[in-house]
């Protein structure tokens, strides 16, 4: 038993250095450069050991990916509960995404912009991408009381998606991303509200 356990220690341990190997590397020089020759000279494993662990490049990414997810939770949680008690919650919990997105540009595309073999919202999402959709949720049922909280907080996470992504590509003005995104909660938070006291209007 000891010698299966050490065996399964080392083949998670192989897997965690290829992902991070593949997150380094796409953060530096984008996911083009992000091959399984690339992997294997960076880290000085064959490419079979590679193909052991991983049947695709994708499979890669969307390990990246989960990763980020799991972090990208855990920052929102960190944002949500550190302003829970105040209006301003979902509004933190925006720009905590935001900034997630800004100093991790590789890892969103993961995420996010790259052909994903990862499912989302359905019943078979990940725990990490369920969990950091959930922060996200919980801050936007909070802000608003009540209503379809699922669908409202897809709305906001997509709008924020697409601030980001304008931003990144430089088909905004610069410097006014916080400015933006103090707009998009302040004016999502009063559409609902006026939603709710005339509604049908």
């Known amino acids: 038993m000891a010698i299966e356990d050490r065996r399964l220690r080392d083949r998670s341990a ?20 992000v091959t399984t020759r690339r992997l294997s000279t960076e ?4 490419q079979p050991v590679i193909y052991k662990h991983f049947s695709s490049m994708e499979d890669v990414a ?28 979902l509004r ?8 997630y997105a800004q100093d991790n540009p590789a890892l969103y595309d993961a995420m996010f912009t790259r052909d994903s ?7 078979g999402a990940d725990a ?12 936007v049922a909070a802000a608003i009381g009540e209503g379809d909280v699922e669908t409202l907080t897809e709305v906001l996470w997509a709008a924020l998606h697409g601030l ?5 590509n430089s088909r905004l003005r610069r410097g006014l991303d916080d400015e933006r995104i103090d707009r998009l909660v302040d004016q999502f938070i009063a559409a609902h ?3 709710r006291v005339h509604p049908g209007q």
């Not at 880290?43 to 064959?46: G, K, L, Q």
């Not at 990862?118 to 019943?123: N, R, T």
């Not at 980001?164 to 990144?168: A, V, Y």
Request: net charge negative.
């Open 43 to 46: 880290i000085e494993y064959s």
């Open 128 to 139: 990490a991408m369920v969990a950091a959709f959930g922060e996200m949720r919980d801050a």
């Open 193 to 195: 509200v006026e939603d």
């Open 92 to 99: 933190t919990v925006a720009h905590a995404f935001h900034r």
């Open 62 to 89: 969307a390990a990246v990916a989960l990763e980020g997810f799991a972090e990208l939770a855990d920052v929102l949680a960190v944002a949500r509960l550190a302003s829970a008690a105040s209006p301003s919650a």
């Open 14 to 33: 192989r897997r965690a250095l290829i992902v991070a190997t593949a997150r380094a590397l796409a953060e530096r020089e984008g996911w083009d450069a």
């Open 164 to 168: 980001i992504t304008l931003g990144r």
């Open 117 to 123: 073999p990862l499912p989302f919202g359905d019943a």
